[in-house]
């Protein structure tokens, strides 16, 4: 079975037909997926659905391009909703985001630092953003000494060489649609001269759809199009690449015995 890392099934995107396109999980292979927090609503709507579906499971934490109104008193509620929470398997998404400019930089810095340190204080892996801001993304887990929780980058649009810096720290490379996009010689480049140990599959839904769907909505049901062109890319038959990043899942989020 297929294990999603990385889903937002909380978006209004799914609002009208969320359970149609669960029913079809099972059919598809599709056997979990962790729906991730971005802004401050959204930590009650994943909490919910981890609530409500036992083959979800949630990630709570402040997306970048959501930090700006964000208070000093936040850092201990998110530690006791982490805390209190039920099946809550990492903190995120954090990171940076310089595609956009707001909030400035600066601030969006100053909260991936304060909640990498919240994840070290409730010994949670971290779900890394990052966008347009490679260096200081690596500078900031350095200097945070982001090894002492590990996580994933999710998303990963960056070189391959950077891949191996963040794969020795401990972290795994998030996979998604992208890998399909002809244009997406980077990323391919990134899943051939990485080990599959260290990749696991994404969808970032509703955005990110693979090649044929690409710009519709995004759901786990695609998944099967980006194992496909994982397994060409890495001449890997495609229900190892599938077993294999179910393991990764496991390991990244510190999930035990979940039936193949
Ligand atoms: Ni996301």
Redesign the pocket.
Known sequence: MIFDT?S?YNDHAFAEDLDEILRRFQDAGIGWAVN?A?DTDSLDEVQELADRYPFFYAALGI?PSDCGALTEDFPEKLKKRIREGRKVVALG?IGLDYHWDEPEREIQQYWFRRQIELAQETDMPIIV?SRDAAQDTMEIMRQMHAERTGGVV??YSYSLEMAREFVKMGFYIGVGGVVTFKNAKKLKEVVQGISLENIVLET?CP?MAPTPHRGERNSSLYLPLVIEEIAKLKNIPEDVIIETTRQNAMRLYRIGDLPA
Request: one cysteine or more; proline letters at 0%.
């Open positions: 990385h937002h991730v971005s997306h998404e953003h999710h998303c970032d955005y």
